[in-house]
């Protein structure tokens, strides 16, 4: 099948689900919705993060002022195409970011999407940030296959200014002692987040930022729900302060052990892929829709499949897809509290990391062209 011949069916593929996810964002879109009152805010030069979220936390500087067009657009044309138009946005970003990582070949990327299919649409029905994180990892992963080691940590960097918690990836610089796009990375989420507060000045900024810290923290309701974080994993096993810090550590090292694993195969996306997964799990809140960035560790898992001697493998991936998946959550919302309740997306993530660290490998093709776009 000839690319252009795959490109068409991909963006058949992204107008039908379009045709599903759009309406659904603008029916609920609820994360999208109660930001675009702050959005508006920031452009009007009006005070920032007065208040706590009712769970949760409020979604960095950077990323309001991605809000603030479409929060502009809601003042004109009303919320509903501020939805539609936030749901288009994303799945642009989707299929930009599906089609560099199809030269995997479309048969994995079809099982890896399938691996991550609730996260993916609880990113429509809640309008959040994912497929934009999506595709920043891609072009963080295309650039460092390139050998654009700088230009790979500024997309990182916009990552980590958006939502956060991908600035685990920037570790990957730390494991290839590489300082100078380290501190690219680490200079553009700090500029890309203080200078959307310096319109209010230098003391107005200060204020702002002081406002989102402490109205940022994650609260006590945010550790139960559809939280599937470590953090969350520990509350619910009632484990002390010690035992959390063991758990966390423990998830860390093992992270750091499968990217340098992967490091010494040569495989620099995977070891980006393995610290994306990882990131997800240490965030503090890790609702559902923030397993979509589990996709591009289980392309990573599912050519270790393909590869790997043991038997065992295989069905140990199919645990972990149970897991990451959340097929288990659509059949009824008894069932889906049950499953929140059990922190099964955390448990599909562990078990997927740990099969990324420790399974056997074959012989990898030197000439993969996963991630090259």
Known sequence: MSDRTERRLLVAALVLYGLIAVPTGIRRGTDFAIHIPIAQAWLARMPLYESAPHVGMWWPPFAIVLVAP???LATVAGLAWAKAAWGVVSLACLGWALDRLSKDGWRTVAVALLAV???????????NLNAFLLALWVAAA?????????????WIGTAAAIKVYPGLLLAYFVLRRRLRPLAFGIGTAAALTALPLLAYGVSGAAESFAGWTAHGTAVQASLRGSNQSLAALATRLH????????????CLGVALMAALRWKHEARPCDELAVLALAAVLLSPIAWVHYFLLALPAWLTALRLGRESPHPWLKPALFLAAVGTSGVLTVFSLSLRDVVFGLSLYTWGG????????????????????????
């Open 70 to 72: 479409f929060a502009a």
């Open 350 to 373: 562990l078990v997927l990391l740990l099969l990324l660290a420790f399974a056997e490998r074959g012989s990898v093709p030197k000439t993969a062209a996963a991630y090259s776009g």
């Open 117 to 127: 299919a609730v996260p993916l649409h609880r990113n429509f029905e809640d309008l």
């Open 142 to 154: 295309r650039d460092v296959r390139a050998g654009r080691d700088t230009r790979a940590a500024m």
């Open 239 to 250: 484990l002390p302060l010690a035992g959390f810090a063991v758990l966390e550590l423990s």
